[in-house]
Each structure stands twice: as C-alpha cells, then as structure tokens.
C-alpha cells in the first residue's frame, strides 16, 4: 500500500514539470501547431536540419520594415539554399492586432513574395509562450540536434528605418553560417525589438 | 551690406516661426519642444529644454528600457556652436502591462528634459535657435513609429532668464520624477542571480526613505509597489510582478530572470544591474496622492538573505505545540471524516465494555491510532527528505490511494452488512465482535480511523503540524503522535472508567441491526471518495475505478458464500472466485490513468456563487500590487472541513454580496492533486495541509489567518462589510 502510494507520488510529481524558460544550448521547447495548409507540424519532425523560428506580424513596422525592404525574403530564401527549414509563426490571438486566417496568412505569403517552408497559426499562444516570444520579429535558430542555438533580434539594429538595414549586422544570418560551417556562434543571444506579441 | 544681412536674419527667423515648428501633431501625439525659462543667459551656464509628448487615451510611448517590446523615444540635437546637450533625464516609468508582456513606458503625458550648457559671452538681444530631430514609437495594440524635427527660439538675455510661466509646473513635475541620484554610499544594493531569478536586495533605504517625515519608513511602509525597472532590457522579465519581501534588514525582490541572466556566461559578466527603484508609501490616507520616491541605484552582486518569510507557527513553544495537537486529535472525533469509523467504534466498544478487560480494547485502539499517525508522519519525512514537496492530506492527493482508500471502506461496508466476516466462521453474533478480531481487530479499527480521518483537518491541527515540519524529526513524530493521542483518548477515557462502561446499552440482538445500519454510512464515504476520484482522473479511470469496486464486491461475495459452505470443492472453486475478482479490481486501480486537473486550472473543489479565479503567486501578487483586497482559499475536493466552509460560510448570497461590495478578489487554490505553489503559499504560513484562508487587505504586508472553520458573521467581518 505505501509502496504503491510513493510510486503514485512519484509518478504524480513526474507529470509536473515545470515549463523551463527556453535557454541557448538546451533542447528547444517541442511544439505542435497547425500551418496554413492545415497541416500538424511539430518541431521533431524538422530533426536532422536547422529550424529557424520567425514571430511575425503583418502590421507592425518592425516587421514591415524588413519585409518592405525584402530583407526577410531573401533570408528565408537563403535559409532554404542552406537547407533549413524556415517557420513563420503568428502568434497574434482573434480579434488582436495581426491576428489573421490560415488563407489570409497564405495571401500575405503570396503578396510579400515570402519564402518560409510553412507558416504556423498560434492564435492560442501556446508556441509563443514556449519560446516566450515577446516580439515581431523574434528570431530564433534551432540547429539538427533540435538545440536552441540563436534567440533574439533579426539584426543590431532596433529601430523602423528600413535604411539601416544596410550594413546592419544581421544575427539570424551570422548563426546560420556558423551552424553550417560548424563555428562558435559569436552572438548567441540578443535583445529582441520590435512591437509586442499580441497574445 | 550690413542692413541686408540682418533682413536676411530677420527672414529666416520669420520663416522658422510660419512654421511653428516647435509643435508636431499626430493623430495619436501632440510633440512640443519646450523650455523651462523665457530666454538664454548671456553669461552662459546650464538651462532646460525638453520634449513633451501628449498621448491620445490608451497610447503610450517608451522609456530607456522599453521592457519586452517597443523603443525608447530619441532625441537628435542641431545646435549653435558652443551649445551641448545632455542626455534625456528620464523621469520613472510606469509598467504597461499588455496581454503577457508588459513594458515601461508612458502613457497621458511625459516631459523628457534635457540639460543645455550655454556657453560665455553671448550677445544679448540677439535669439538662439535650438533644433532637435525627435524620433518615438508610439504604440496602443499597434506600434506607429512617429518623428518630428523641431525648433525653438530663444532671446538672449542678461542675467538669470525668468521661468516659463506655461510650462514651468510641468518641469518641477517632471523633475521631482527623476530618480534621486545618491553620491554617497548609503544605498548597498546587492543581487544575487540563478538561471532562473534574480533577487535584488535593498538593506539600506529606511534612513534614506525617511526624508520629508518625521517618523522614518520601515522598508514594509514604502514595499507597497516597490518596483525596480533596470536600464538594460534583458535582465529580469519584466512582466513578472514585483513584490518586496521584507526581510531583517531591508526588503528583497525575487523576479525570472530575462534571458542575460538566463545564460551561465552573460551572467558571470554581469557584475552589476542598474536602475531606478520606484516606492511607494502605504501611511497615505484615502484621497491622498501617493507619495513616490524613486532612486537610481547600482546593483553589486553579492550575497543576499534569504526572502524567508517567518513561519508563524515556528513561534509555538513545543509544549504548546503538543498541546494543540492533542487538542486538534480530540476535536478531530467531531468531524464528519471519522464519523463512519467512530459508529463501528462505539459498537466495538458497547461488546468489550462488558468484556472481561475493556481497557486493552481501548488501549488497543489507541495503539492502532497512533501507530498510524506515527507511520504517516515518517512516511512524510522521508518523502520530504527525498525532495518531495508534500503535506497533509498528501496521501489524498494520488487518486491510487483514494480509490484504494474507497476499495476498502467498500470491504468495511460489505462486512457490516454481513456480506461476509473476518476471521472465520459465523457464531452467534452476540459473541461475534469481541472474539472475532479481537485486539487485532481493534488496532486496525484505529488505523482505519486516522486513515479516513485525512480529509479532515481540525482546529488547532494546522498550526501544531506546520510547527512540527520546522522541527527536528523527533520533534515532528512526537507531534504526530500527540495528534493520536487526542483521536483516540476518550475513547480510552471511557473503557478506563467502569462507572461509564456501565452506562453502555447491553449486547444483543438490536446490535445486528445497528450494525447492518452502519454499512451505509461507509458506502456515503465511498460515494464521496469515488466523487474525489472524479476530480483526479479521466472519465475512463472513474470507470475503472467503479468497475473495481464492482469486481470487489463480487469477491467480496464469493469469500462470503465460502466461508458458509462446508464443501471442500465449492471452497477451492470459490478462492479461485475470490482470486480472479480482486486481481481484476487492483489491475483496475493500477491502470488508473492519470489526468491532473491543475493543469487546466480551474479550481474543481469549488462551485462558487462567488466569481472566482485560480490561484497562482503571480496573480497574488499583480493583485496586491494592484492594492485590491485578495481572499485566498486554499482547498482540497477530498478536504472535508474545506467543503464544509464552503457550503457554510463561502456560497452564501449574503457573503457573495459582500465580496462584490468590498471589491475583494476571490482565489481559489485547488490542492486536490500536488502543486507546488499551494504548498509554498501554505508553507509561508506555516501550514501543512488544507483548509488555509488567507485575507489580504489592501496595502498591508500580511495577510490576516482565518480560522479553520469558518462562519457567514465571521466573513463579513473580515471583508469589512456590516449585516
């Protein structure tokens, strides 16, 4: 009877654990979400290539900024030449700012000629909350082994003027090709900015 | 030549003017560079400027350190040669919360001063052009990133300029919001840094706080809304409430750490966090503003008490302490748990009292009892002492051993109805109860009694507990079995004292019938702990659950119809019977599938007319933050003496009524499975199981400890509400 009692104990204080905050050089908190396409995409099946996660919001200059300029595009396109599998993730909920349907996701993917391998629908939050996403854009680069590699800001550049893109130091970009040449990341870690996650 | 350069002049000054371009209108911000005083001293020296932002409702706008989102407004300055600009004094922010996140920012208005060095030697009469190119984002649900150039023009003049009659109010406001700047050392601040929080301990404001009162603060005084905000974004999460913690010298606050602190290397570098602590004080009477103090202070790492708060019940004396749990073991008998054993008590005890040595039975009974109190308590220690986090009731919180503790009132509940019987063969009933058990059967009585006793928590139970649990072992057993002691003393009491034995009825045949009665508050029990089970499992445990008990009953039955058949093969037939259908009830039990309710948070325990929310220390805390009067109830759906309170004293309309007219936030906390924030907010209060019910008033440090039983009068008491 005690016995049993400590297994239930034990067993019990198994299914508590508590959500970690997600960390650089830990595994990357797993995820389920639906894309555009209807589709269940989870982390674990991207195992074996390099993930990158983009929190975006269609109406915020932040984003728009780097859409506008085609600066977003042609990293994703990249991205997929380097054989990375890149995730667009709206995290905004219904009836909040930049909250929008799988089909509206699909037209925006259309018009600002996006690259991303799949665009994930987060209205919930729950994605957004794992990663403790705060902004649009938050980046964050997850490597084959499903290790959290890069988080924060797309560049060193935290403002809306798309004429900083040029010359800025793009994080997203350094940590793919330090991943794929297997060097040390040199900024593994940055201060995401942009608009708030409309949670 | 000269006559056309100064027209010249005169024209570019009236063109700068045609364009009043010291305002700038947006539809969300009204943008106006103004000046503290009505000119510039010829002679030189030090004046102010600054940005005022005018925010349309709802919109906001950021201070240095956004917080999780947005960008601090910036400020680019053309200026004559000689002049300079400071940095933006920025006054303290304020903590914008929005959905999860939250930044520091500013809403309604901001003044964003800025010092000008004035050089020598300027000529008065002539006028100074000051230019500045201001760039901010503004943000509601969405974010506008706005800009504006503007200028103003001052005279120059001789001697000290007069202020700005418009605008000089709005400078001293914004002044007195600039965080003071402490030169000499009296504010060691220190931190200390995990990968998961950051304490900031602040041992040195009460001499500091003091100022402009004649009694100085205790640090409690101003811990109302302590609020640290870091200039470094990054460094805390700054959505995390902060709530000061008073500890021996000074106050701490505990917040997650942002992701710099998260990361082992970042952490090391960080050799200091600096900020702005903004306070504010509790002693203000009702209408008052706030008075606010803010200080820029410099973090060191270093070593930081422990936020411990004191354990209340810690103070008890040990005898005290003993005495109490005798006293909760006594009152214990009074409860509804023990009720269904107590009847089978009183039975036992109506035969051995005409037995030859009553007072072994009695004695027995309380060996049983405290034997078990005893073992639980190991059982507890050892658990805590493998890192478990567990309390009273624990052994409640796995529905394994509430349905095993249902499976066995179920075979109590057969007994008495004369399903089967224990040991043996069937006799006269008159002689049954005393030869049949025997002392054993009288020790298991007192197991059964502490083990159904569980979901019950009796006054003064609570505080001899939680005093137990900051003792020594020893200590901690000798509590628990002085808990024993008070369950089981009267009825020692009675089979000691022949006078009351003989006050007892005779056996005899109504005995059977008493008995055959007493099944169905057993099976009232087992009701409740499947409706417990309920709140612990699936629907398809539950299923499972009862099928157990089915197959349980159906042994149950067989065992029964053995022992009254004397053939040998019907006997071997039926154990196999018997065999089959227990298997079949513990597989049952043990493929019990999990389903914890906490994770979907809604308390179970509670169908309150109340509005409620669930529990969390984070809500605790935004609330008290916020000043709201908090109610916390710390519940169980197997804690009888919790259901009784809140049918009693927490459903009524008169109390709802007096919840909505205080304005008092009701939390639930629902420990019927394990969470490890019950059992913190519990054990802060020196508590080791449920019921708890804590009152917070607005503003105060403390929260105020109910009593364990409540009543409707008492209700309206606390929550300041007359009949």
């Known amino acids: 009877m005690m016995k049993s009692l400590l297994c239930a104990v034990a067993a019990l204080s198994l299914t508590a654990t508590v959500h970690a905050a997600p960390a650089i050089g830990d595994p990357a908190p797993a995820f389920s979400a639906v894309d555009t396409a209807g589709k269940t995409r989870t982390l674990s099946e991207f195992k074996g290539k390099t993930v990158v996660l983009e929190w975006t919001n269609d109406g915020c200059p932040y984003v728009k900024k780097h859409y506008g300029a085609g600066n977003m595009q042609k990293l994703q396109q990249d991205a997929a030449k380097g054989g990375a599998v890149w995730l667009s993730i709206i995290s905004s909920a219904p009836g909040k700012q930049g909250y929008v349907t799988a089909a509206g996701a699909n037209e925006l993917t259309r018009t600002r000629g996006a690259a991303p391998a799949a665009v994930l629908l987060d209205p919930k939050g729950d994605v957004g909350r794992a990663y403790e996403a705060q902004t649009t854009p938050h980046m964050y680069v997850i490597d084959k082994d499903g290790v959290l590699r890069y988080m924060g800001a797309i560049d060193d550049k935290p403002t809306t003027d798309a004429a900083t893109i040029h010359g800025a130091r793009n994080y997203v970009r350094e940590a793919l090709t330090a991943i794929a040449s297997g060097q040390k990341i040199a900024e593994t870690a940055t201060d995401p900015y942009g608009c708030s996650v409309k949670y | ?723």
């Open chain 2, 1 to 723: 030549m000269r006559f056309v350069s100064a027209l010249l002049a005169l024209l570019m000054v009236v063109v700068a003017s045609a364009q009043a371009a010291d305002l700038a209108t947006t539809p969300r911000v009204e943008a106006r560079l103004v000046a503290e005083v009505t000119g510039v001293p010829a002679a030189g020296g030090t004046i102010s400027l600054a940005l005022h932002q005018k925010m349309q409702e709802g919109w906001h706008t950021y201070w240095i350190n956004p917080g999780e989102s947005g960008e601090p407004t910036t400020l680019a300055w053309t200026l004559p040669e000689g002049f300079a600009a400071s940095a933006i004094k920025w006054p303290y922010p304020e903590r914008i919360p929005f959905g999860d996140l939250a930044n520091y920012g500013y809403s309604n208005e901001v003044l964003l001063r800025v010092e000008i060095a004035v050089p020598e030697g300027l000529k008065p009469g002539s006028t100074i052009t000051f230019k500045t190119e201001a760039n901010w984002l503004v943000c509601k649900d969405v974010c506008i990133p706005e800009s504006a150039t503007l200028d103003l023009t001052l005279p120059v003049v001789d001697g000290a300029p007069p202020k700005n009659d418009a605008w000089k109010e709005t400078f001293a406001a914004a002044r007195a919001k600039e965080p003071k700047k402490e030169s000499q050392p009296v504010i060691f601040t220190e931190f200390a840094a995990t990968d998961k929080d950051v304490t900031l301990y602040f041992p040195a404001l009460t001499a500091h706080v003091a100022t402009g009162t004649q009694e100085p603060h205790t640090p409690k005084d101003f811990g109302k809304g302590a609020q640290f905000f870091p200039y470094t974004k990054g460094l805390i999460k700054a959505s995390a409430p902060q709530v000061a913690v008073p500890v021996e010298k000074g106050f701490t606050i505990t917040v997650p750490a942002g992701w710099r602190l998260r990361d082992a290397e970042r952490r090391k570098e960080t050799e200091a966090i600096e900020g702005v602590l903004v306070m504010r004080a509790i002693d203000t009477a009702v209408g008052e503003p706030d008075r606010v103090e803010a200080y820029e202070v410099s973090l060191s790492r270093g070593e930081v008490p422990a936020a411990t708060p004191q354990i209340a019940a810690a103070d008890l004396p040990l005898l005290q302490a003993i005495l109490f749990a005798v006293l909760g073991g006594l009152i214990l008998n009074l409860m509804p748990c023990v009720f269904p054993i107590l009847s089978m008590k009183a039975l036992a005890l109506v035969q051995a009292g005409h037995a030859e040595r009553p007072w072994a039975d009695g004695l027995a009974y309380m060996l049983g009892v405290m034997a078990t109190f005893a073992a639980l308590g190991g059982a507890l220690l050892w658990l805590r002492a493998m890192g478990e986090d567990v309390g009273w009731g624990f052994q409640l919180q796995s529905p394994l051993s509430v349905a095993a503790l249902a499976y066995v009132l179920t075979l109590v509940g057969l007994n008495l109805s004369g399903v089967f019987n224990v040991g043996g063969s069937v006799q006269g009933m008159g002689q049954g109860l005393a030869q049949r058990g025997g002392l054993i059967g009288t020790f298991f009585t007192g197991v059964l009694a502490v083990i159904v006793a569980a979901p019950c928590t009796a006054p003064f139970m609570g505080a001899a507990m939680g005093y137990a649990f900051t003792q020594p072992s020893a200590i901690t057993i000798a509590v628990f079995l002085a808990l024993g002691f008070g369950l089981a003393l009267p009825w020692v009491v009675v089979t000691l004292s022949p006078a009351l034995v003989r006050l007892l009825p005779r056996p005899g045949a109504w005995m059977e019938r008493f008995k055959q009665f007493l099944a169905f508050p057993m099976y009232a029990a087992v009701v409740w702990l499947v409706w417990v089970v309920s709140q612990q499992v699936t629907p398809e445990g539950l299923f499972r659950v009862m099928l157990g008990l089915v197959l349980l009953a159906l042994a149950a039955w067989a065992f029964g119809v053995a022992q009254s058949r004397a053939a040998r093969s019907e006997r071997i037939l039926l154990s196999g019977f018997v065999f089959l259908a227990s298997l079949g009830a513990s597989i049952a039990l043990i493929a019990l599938p999990f389903a914890p309710r906490t994770a979907d948070g809604q308390p179970a325990a509670v169908d309150a007319a109340i509005p409620a929310e669930p529990y969390t220390a984070a809500r605790l805390a935004a609330l008290r933050a916020e000043g709201k009067p908090v109610f916390v109830n710390l519940t169980a759906a197997w804690c009888v003496s919790c259901l009784y309170n809140e049918r009693v004293a927490l459903s009524s309309n008169i109390t709802a009524e007096a919840f909505k007219a205080s304005g008092t936030i009701y939390l639930i906390g629902d420990w019927t499975n394990r969470n490890p924030e019950i059992s913190a907010l519990l054990k802060q209060h020196g508590r080791e199981g449920v019921p708890l019910y804590l009152y917070y008033a607005p503003g105060a440090s403390e929260p105020r400890i109910l009593p364990q039983i409540l009543n409707e009068s008492l209700m309206l008491e606390v929550l300041g509400v007359s009949r």
